[in-house]
């Protein structure tokens, strides 16, 4: 039986999707640097990578592709990697005493996937119980969003949305389904465009069949 080389191993690890952590692994000096330092190296990189791919650097349509790139990169689809760029979650006290689930549904989201820097993009639902505070419904939003600006397999960025939430809230009783299309799927590999993911991560009285049914069926578009 043959073993397999190291590069082998890296293709199948990223074929199959797999995460090494649940949290993003980032370097302890991952801050150092400005992000017009960071900006500037990452344009001379990908500079770099154009000019190996054979495409003239010389042509007023590429010229400027290094830098809209490495501004891209850090201030818009990896934002989420710093967290100074995390939104401020306030929550306030339940002070209407509204005691049943509250859903919102229909998140859409942008994110990356770490293995091939292909897009993932979808839909996320979020269902959660007060435990006496409750959170402004934009906020939820935010928190999906910026936890999707970084480097993610799926698994992982609904269990840092779902961690954040239970926290924030102070209660268990939070429900978070992802569907995603991935595009390391549908336009490499197997190829298979019409195929999406699903994850989904809860907790407390959503342990309980009863009422996860109860948000499926909020969930569900209208017909």
């Given amino acids: ?17 797999q995460m090494t952590s649940a949290e993003s692994p980032m370097r302890p000096d991952a801050f150092i640097k400005t992000d017009d330092q960071k900006m500037q190296k990452i344009e001379k990189h990908f500079y770099d ?16 592709t290094p830098h809209r790139v490495a501004k891209m990169f850090i201030k818009e689809i990896f934002s989420g990697l710093d967290p ?10 339940n002070e209407y005493h509204y005691d049943k689930m509250l859903v919102e549904a229909n998140i859409s989201f942008n994110s990356t996937c770490e293995h091939h820097f292909l897009p993932i993009f979808g839909k996320a639902h979020i269902g959660y119980i007060s435990s006496g505070k409750v959170i402004g419904l934009s906020k939820l939003n935010r928190i999906v969003d910026y936890f999707s600006r970084r480097p993610q397999v799926q698994e992982r960025l609904i269990m840092q949305i779902f961690n954040d939430l ?12 992802m569907e995603a299309k991935h595009l390391c ?17 809860y907790g407390g009285i959503f342990n309980e069949k009863e009422n996860r049914n109860d948000f499926f069926n909020m969930i569900k578009p209208e017909k």
Wanted: no cysteine; net charge negative; charged share 25%.
């Fill in 1 to 17: 039986m043959s073993l397999l080389t190291d590069k082998e191993m890296i293709d199948i690890l990223g074929d199959n999707h």
């Fill in 49 to 64: 990578i154009m000019q190996e791919l054979g495409l003239d650097m010389t042509d007023d349509s590429l010229q400027g």
């Fill in 84 to 93: 100074k760029n995390k939104p401020k979650v306030s929550t306030f006290d």
């Fill in 166 to 177: 239970k926290i924030a809230l102070n209660t268990e009783n939070v429900i978070v389904v």
């Fill in 185 to 201: 799927v549908s336009s490499r590999g197997i190829k298979h465009e019409s195929s999406f993911t699903s994850t989904i991560q």
